[in-house]
């Protein structure tokens, strides 16, 4: 791994795709609170970023010197059990269309985002980067995990064959402000937080949680994550693969009952044995990121009020 700490490598023109979503969005924020100046964006409607043509045009007139690559299409393990083709095809489009078009235009630096769920279903843990491709993925995401890791692999053979330095981060689940509280589409956290808050208003006595509950999830505020962006990118780290995670996890039936205490809603869990559980475990091994001095701020209760907070003035 090679890092530069050089002020002269301070990025000037920062282009931000995906800036609506979750991840996107706190990058957004974070660079505004470091004092960057204000990031290239684009909406949907100004470039689709599936469109080939469209996104080599945008970098050869914006030329950004840094792309942080936060737009996918994402969802929880029904939406990516469900618009299997939807999920590879638009996550494997969208990482080729930006990353070969940055290289083109000639952006030296780039940040592709991926996903702990590239890692095998059934791989010790706490997992490492090195545990990439080594075993069978988990059937429920496959197709957006392939998409994910052609992404890194895409960062990695540039790096290779063209001296850029591309940089990826898999985060673990995530959660904060502009979640997906959609209960069709949306990850475990912000749906738990919709249906104790629906729950506590109509008085129900009890709370539907998919699964077993005995899947172990480790959660990350999409803030910590967006700090961990913008440190790899001030570090000038070069290359490589980095997880990014709080260290710890969580059993699907304990998140609920932490989500129904901040809440406040008081009724019992109900567990749905009809809906998938995925993969048992999925805990990041964050020592790489840890080595060269960062770490996650935010607990897993001050985060689910924060969230919380943000839901309510979403309604
Ligand atoms: P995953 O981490 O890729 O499996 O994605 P999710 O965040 O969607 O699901 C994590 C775990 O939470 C799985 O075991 C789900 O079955 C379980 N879960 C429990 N209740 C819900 C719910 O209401 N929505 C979702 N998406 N998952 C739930």
Redesign the pocket.
């Known amino acids: 791994m090679t890092t530069t700490n050089d002020t002269r490598d301070r990025p000037r023109r920062i282009f931000v795709a995906g800036h609506r979503g979750m991840v996107g969005s706190a990058i957004v924020r974070r660079l505004r609170a470091g004092g960057y100046p204000e990031p290239i964006v684009r909406t949907r409607d100004e470039l689709d970023l599936l469109d080939q043509a469209a996104v080599g045009r945008f970098f050869d007139e914006q030329r950004p010197d840094y792309v942080f690559v936060a737009a996918a299409r994402v ?6 059990n469900t618009w299997r083709a939807e999920f590879i095809y638009q996550n494997l489009t969208i990482a080729s269309n930006v990353i070969h078009a940055a290289w083109r235009a000639g952006v030296e630096r780039l940040l592709f985002l991926g ?3 590239i890692y095998p279903r059934d791989c010790a843990q706490p997992i490492r980067e090195e545990y990439l491709l080594s075993g069978p993925l ?1 059937p ?2 496959e197709p957006y995990a392939i998409a994910k890791i052609a992404g890194i692999k895409l960062c990695e053979s540039y790096n290779r064959q063209y001296g850029t330095r591309y940089v990826s981060v898999m985060p673990t ?1 995530l959660y904060g402000p502009n979640d997906n509280y959609d ?1 069709a ?8 937080i919709r ?1 104790a808050h629906e729950a506590k208003l109509r008085g129900d006595g009890e709370l ?8 172990l ?1 480790e959660f990350l505020y999409v803030d910590d994550l967006a700090d961990a962006c913008v440190f790899l990118m001030e570090q000038g780290v070069a290359e490589g693969l980095f997880n990014v995670g709080v260290g710890s996890d969580v059993s ?1 039936r304990d ?2 009952a932490t989500v129904m205490d901040v809440v406040g809603f008081r009724g019992s869990i109900v ?2 044995a009809g ?5 048992p475990r ?1 805990l990041l091994d964050v020592g790489r990121l840890g080595a060269l001095g960062w770490s996650a701020r935010t607990g897993l209760r001050e985060g689910i009020a924060a969230a919380y907070r943000d839901f309510l003035e979403r309604a």
């Open positions: 969802g929880g393990i029904h939406a990516n996903s702990s769920c988990e429920t995401n689940n209960l589409t949306s990850h475990v956290l912000p749906a738990l249906k539907v949680v998919w699964g077993t509950g005995t899947p999830r699907i998140l609920a567990f749905d809906k998938p559980d995925g993969t999925k």
